[in-house]
């Protein structure tokens, strides 16, 4: 039987199969891929556990999270409250030592407990200040010794209203008022109030002669005194009130500029950060006050009220007095014990703005007639460049001082007075002076209340000439004198001798120094 037939193809042997290469003998190429593979696989499987564990936490976290949170929360709060309150311990601690130093009887010991006091008015500690301040108030008004008091003062002149608090620094101010109106009391109980206010002058020697008792020593007036000072430091800082009425102030500063006399000019002192003067004391009430010398230049002082306050000597140079009461000024106890060849120190409104002030009852000046013709003396307030604009002064008082001896020439003391028409006339005779010789002769102290119907005598005597040119020679150099409500026969008198009365005024040596423009 036939084989079937086969193909070429088919006859053939088979191809030999190639062998397939072993691990060792792959290509580089390809092992490098083999790794890369498996890291993936690692590197996917190091992700999946990550997810794993992050899902886990966050499943716990849904549960404990907030109570964590709360407890990290209040462990915080109370860690820090217990620093607060370890820290508050050492500054009560601190605080009790110095106000316990206050009461050291060495002086050194008070004075570090002033030192250790002005630690507690930084603004850290706010809620310390009003009674820090209170402590160094209670201390100024007891200390004795004046290093003590100086550093107290010196404190008080570092404060400001950006420090401490506004209200902190008024009711400081008003403390330190308070103690000096119940000081000022008690001398008053010991001392006539007018026998009281002449000790800050010259009349001092005069009036403890005249058998004033208990007169108020230096250590009396201490305490006094140094509140006085405080008031004026604290006013210059910025402290505020609308009262500071019935104090005592001699010698105060409320101006914030200081007066240069050697040079002739008024030196910035006490300035806020926008330039203006920090003495804005409008409005506020001076009324029966003792502010002999005090010191109000360039200060704001409209509407405000000085009814009876004593202003002997008082500047208020350049100040803003519109619509100001200065008014029933009966702090005079010198015109009646007064020495001869010695004025009574008026106030000085050289320059001051004086629109619709009113001066009704203020002794407005003084003639004294003395026994030499050659002498003359009086007394009158400096009213250079000041505007009078509008000013009351129809009812303001004048006093003439007549040596006895004079009143002998044959003629009624009315005839003696250099005025005419004067209405209340009421005259007294003291016994002589302390500065006076036991000889000496008495002197006649004549008041006129009010010069309504008022006028010059004339011709005027010759040995008036000098001291009445001298003292109406200030409202003749005053501004806006003529819209004032002096009366006419005054205003006509001193424009119709202008020339001769500045030329009067202007020979007072004591008058010289303040001849300037105004500012």
Not at 433 to 444: C, G, Q
Request: charged fraction near 30%; charge should be negative; aromatic fraction near 6%.
């Amino acid at each position: 039987m036939a084989e079937p037939h086969q193909s070429p193809a088919q006859n053939a042997a088979p191809a030999p199969q190639a062998e397939e290469p072993s691990r060792d003998q792959a290509s580089p190429d390809s092992r490098e891929g083999e790794l890369r593979c498996r890291k993936l696989e690692l590197e996917i499987q190091q992700l999946r556990r990550q997810a794993s564990a992050k899902s886990f936490w966050l499943e716990v976290a849904k549960i404990t999270g907030p109570a964590a949170l709360l407890g990290l929360m209040m462990t915080i709060y109370i860690g820090a409250t217990q620093l607060r309150q370890a820290q508050r311990a050492r500054d009560d601690d601190r605080f009790d030592r110095a106000v316990a130093r206050l009461a050291s009887p060495r002086t050194t010991e008070r004075v570090a407990g002033v030192v250790g006091l002005q630690l507690f008015l930084g603004p850290d500690q706010r809620d310390r200040h009003r009674a820090t301040l209170q402590f160094l108030s209670n201390a100024l008004v007891t200390e004795q010794d004046a290093t003590e008091r100086q550093a107290i003062l010196d404190t008080f002149a570092r404060l400001t209203p950006e420090e401490v608090g506004q209200d902190v620094l008024n009711a400081t101010l008003e403390t330190l008022r308070d103690m000096n109106r119940r000081l000022f009391a008690l001398r008053r109980e010991k001392e006539a109030a007018q026998k009281f206010a002449a000790l800050t002058g010259t009349a001092k020697k005069a009036i403890a002669e005249h058998g004033a008792e208990d007169s108020a020593s230096d250590e009396d007036l201490s305490a006094l005194r140094a509140t006085a000072s405080a008031i004026a430091v604290l006013v210059r800082r910025g402290a505020r009130t609308k009262d500071l009425s019935e104090i005592y102030c001699d010698k105060c500063d409320f101006s914030g500029v200081a007066w240069d006399e050697l040079n002739g000019v008024l030196v910035d002192r006490d300035r806020r950060a926008d330039g203006g003067h920090t003495m804005d004391l409008s409005g506020t009430d001076f009324h029966e006050s003792i502010l002999t010398n005090a010191n109000f230049t360039g200060a704001t002082l409209h509407d405000s009220d000085f009814d009876n306050a004593n202003i002997e000597g008082t500047i208020f140079y350049n100040a803003d007095l519109r619509r100001a009461e200065i008014t029933s000024y009966r702090h005079n106890p010198r015109i009646h014990v007064f020495p001869e060849t010695l004025p009574v120190e008026f106030p000085d409104f050289n320059c001051a703005d004086l629109e619709d002030a009113n001066f009704s009852g203020m002794l407005f000046f003084g003639i004294v007639r003395t026994l030499e013709r050659q002498t003359w003396t009086r007394s009158y307030p400096h009213l250079r460049n000041a505007n009078l604009a509008h000013a009351k002064l129809e009812g303001i008082r004048i006093f003439i001082i007549t040596a006895a001896a004079r009143r002998d020439e044959g003629r009624e003391p009315e005839e003696m007075m250099p005025f005419e028409g004067a209405k209340g006339i009421s005259s007294e005779s003291p016994q002589p002076t302390a500065y006076s010789s036991p000889h000496a002769p008495r002197s006649v102290v004549t008041v006129i209340d009010g010069v309504a119907d008022l006028r010059v005598r004339e011709p005027v005597r010759a040995d008036d000439v000098s001291s009445m040119y001298g003292a109406l020679a200030e409202l003749a150099s005053a501004r806006n004198m003529e819209e004032s409500d002096l009366p006419p026969h005054i205003k006509e008198f001193i424009q119709r001798n202008k020339g001769s009365l500045l030329n009067a005024g202007y020979q007072d040596i004591n008058n010289m120094i303040r001849h300037e423009p105004c500012r």
